[in-house]
């Protein structure tokens, strides 16, 4: 069955147990999220009625409206705006920027450069329709040793007005860490003290239920996210959220919709059911993708891999990063992932150049939802030091058995 070495079922074996640890936590996690998830279910009283749908202007949608309370509840924020006509977690970003900045505002990262897709958005990558285009100016400060230069920020916030700061936890395709919540609290309280009224926006994509708190709860303004990620929980088709405070919301609404209508159209057209099914399931899900990391972290660092984060690091997201050093066992790697998927699994990948990226990328996932990567994907650029992103499993069981096939192969080549 799928040729799975069996040097590597034994070793699974071994792994298995020495991660019981990590899993007993991850399990208690679940559970508490899960509780979350739950408690806001009660307190907006979810019944059948809210899988209604509306078609057409899409007024008056219940459910779509219910939904984003029920976000709101989740996320301990004023409102949230959750919608399918975003149609990435990117198009969500570009939107909440585009609604909060106005031309000569100056938007500042504070985690370095941000996610590859966002630079034709931003301009770092010259586009006529960019942010730079509209006179939006953009700055950067890296990050040092995996954390925020606080001291760049501090001098920077002082010299004149910055009206948002963005923070983009997980890693994308480079070679940081992710960056934990307390970090996250740390750096808000320094930026609200020296300017209250800079905006903090964050790119939680990947980040959702990892642990018990949201970045809502550590003063972030406005907190972006992709549904055919983590909260989606691999039920929601498309679509992505942003949840914070009520004026930011209404400029974002506004902005993806029409000025005087925002939050009050777009029609759901049949999506209410699977995003609160998706939401349902999010905590199990995210559970079990964190289970496929850790077990991976673990089988390739005993076969003497580099790989970021280790199986009994503090985790931020659900990314597990393998460095490979190597072009040849990267490719291998995908596409061991890819024959142990569900859906495409006799199609062989190879690196591409793909629209919004600047290498070629090799990207496995033969998931149910195009470019779903809830479900186990994985994927790099064909750069050095060769790290694959691996991410996703909607169950353990599917997890594990990708991961042991994708060894076998790069055992065996
Ligand atoms: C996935 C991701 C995005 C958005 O990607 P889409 O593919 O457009 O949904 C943005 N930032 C980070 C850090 C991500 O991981």
């Not at 792994?15 to 508490?32: L, Q, S, W």
Request: glycine content about 8%; charged content about 25%.
């Amino acid at each position: 069955m799928l040729n799975i070495n069996p040097n590597v079922i034994e070793l699974s074996k071994k792994v298995e147990k020495d991660i019981k640890k990590e899993f007993d936590n991850v399990n208690e996690i679940c559970e508490y999220n899960s509780l979350k998830v739950l408690n806001a279910f009660h307190k907006h009283s979810i019944n059948e009625v809210h899988f209604n749908m509306t078609t057409g202007y899409g007024y008056g949608d219940i459910g779509r409206d219910t939904i984003e309370e029920v976000y709101a509840t989740i996320f301990n924020a004023e409102d949230a705006l959750v919608r399918g006509q975003f149609i990435s977690g990117t198009h969500a970003l570009t939107v909440t920027l585009f609604g909060l900045l106005r031309p000569n505002d100056t938007l500042l990262s504070i985690t370095g450069k941000p996610y590859d897709t966002l630079e034709e958005v931003i301009g770092i990558v010259p586009n006529d329709s960019s942010l730079k285009s509209f006179g939006v100016n953009y700055e950067q400060i890296d990050l040092i040793n995996d954390d925020f230069d606080y001291e760049s920020i501090t001098k920077r916030l002082q010299e004149n007005f910055v009206k948002v700061i963005e923070i983009q936890r997980s890693k994308g395709y480079s070679t940081r860490k992710s960056i934990v919540l307390k970090n996250v609290e740390k750096v808000i309280q320094l930026i609200k003290e020296i300017s209250p009224e800079t905006i903090v926006m964050i790119d939680n994509c990947y980040c959702e239920f990892v642990t018990t708190k949201e970045p809502t709860e550590v003063g972030a303004d406005i907190v972006v996210g992709s549904l055919i990620k983590n909260l989606g929980g691999g039920i929601a088709p498309n679509g992505a959220y942003v949840v914070g405070k009520k004026d930011l919301i209404k400029l974002v609404s506004e902005r993806l919709t029409v000025p005087g209508e925002g939050k009050e159209v777009g029609p759901s057209m049949g999506m209410n059911k699977q995003i609160l099914q998706g939401l349902f399931m999010a905590p199990s899900v995210v559970s079990s993708s964190l289970k496929t990391a850790i077990f991976a972290s673990k089988m390739l660092e005993e076969l003497g891999f580099d790989v970021e984060p280790k199986y009994n690091d503090e985790r931020a997201d659900i990314v597990q990063n393998i460095i490979f050093n190597n072009p040849d066992k990267l490719i291998k790697y995908c596409q061991g992932i890819q024959e142990a998927s569900p859906i495409d699994s006799n199609a062989k990948p190879e690196p591409w150049d793909m629209p919004g990226y600047t290498d070629k990328i090799i990207m496995a996932a033969g998931a149910f939802t195009q470019g779903s990567s809830i479900e186990l994907s994985c994927d790099g650029p064909i750069r050095k030091p060769y790290i694959a992103y691996m991410q996703g499993g909607l169950t353990y069981e599917y997890g594990k058995i990708g991961v042991m096939k994708a060894i076998s192969n790069v055992i065996e080549d």
